[in-house]
């Protein structure tokens, strides 16, 4: 059965975003400040940075997918959404 994504809500969809964004970038974080730990010689002042980039991404992740979102509906009214195909599954 084909299926056709014709809008979507551009405020829920860049939160749910943001938060992805956010969980993603918190491995990268704290690696990264494992890593500046045991850096040899003076430290930088890293801390900054380390609170910063999640911050950033997720700030960043909701504006480009509110406005993503926003855009996609736009276009779908124009020449259709995203079509996919569902099927049943025996999987409960």
Known sequence: MKKQIVSI???QT??????LYLIMSLPF???MGVTF????GPKPPMAGMLIFLPVFY???GFILTLI???IY???ARWVG???YTTSESEHA
């Open 37 to 40: 730990s045991f850096a040899p």
């Open 29 to 31: 974080v704290l690696l």
């Open 14 to 19: 860049a939160k749910v975003m943001a938060v």
């Open 68 to 70: 993503g979102a926003w």
């Open 73 to 75: 509906n736009l276009v």
């Open 58 to 60: 997720t700030v960043f």
């Open 9 to 11: 809500s551009p405020f």
């Open 81 to 83: 959404g995203i079509e």
